[in-house]
């Protein structure tokens, strides 16, 4: 196939074709990683502005470094320390950017939907990096790209996706991409924190974290939000969320087969054990060293160059 969007905004809009396009021309990139030089000249000339308005160490990094494997030309700018801070607006501040010759923005925000009002307002290209509770198409992408490398297809697999679903990004994004390309998800955690029309998304619901854990190809473990609960707790106590969703050694003792994902940051001791996160069982790392390669493709590919 040939590409031709301009942005990437969100797994909900590609198509699976598409999906697998990205993961396909990322395999290329991982091999390029594994050299000595590793780097390449896909963008050089290029500018690549990583705008992050939202905290973050992976993601940010992680295209910083992607765009400089490309020879590309990047600049990092959080809200601390610019113009944004004085009371800026995100548009005044991207179109002021774009006025010295931007090739693509990598946009991080804390309100859903601002990569899509970034993408009406410039003309340069746009790539989500993360909108609020809506979407991370990139870190699902390499999730999706982990699942595909480590358990060899991900059609007719079943993954569960624990815990913080109601304000997770991540998850929703996954969603997206795991059942476009043929898998079963089961969204596993408490009432609270599940919303409550997920099934619409064609997933089903599961508060039983050891079912999940028998029918389960892959778990992605995701971190619970403290800071998104607007002051209310989700759960009686951390120590019950552990005993009742927490992935532990002597949980997993049933499954060595398992795969433990984790998007990061993680909340040690509370979705996942010291032992799992650092155990055989985990890819939380091959996951961070492949978004290396899958952003270096997404970069190339909205770029515009084959
Ligand atoms: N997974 C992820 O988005 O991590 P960061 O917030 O550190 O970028």
Redesign the pocket.
Known sequence: MQWTRKHLLGLEELSAEEITFILDRADSFKEICTRPNKKVPALVGRTIVNMFFE??????ISFQLAARRLSADILSFSKAGTSVAKGETMIDTALNIEAMGVDVMVLRHGASGAPWKLAKHVKCAVVNA?DGQHE?PT?ALLDLYTIREVRGRIAGLTVGIVGDIAHSRVARSNIWGLTKLGARVLAVGPTTLIPRDIEKMGVEVCHDMDRAIRECDVLNMLRIQFERQGGHNPFPSIREYIQMFGLTKERLKSRPDLVVMH???VNRGVELSPEVADGPQSVILRQVGNGLAVRMAVLQLVAGVE
């Open positions: 905290n973050s160490t992976r993601t940010n993360g991370h870190q998007p990061g940051p």
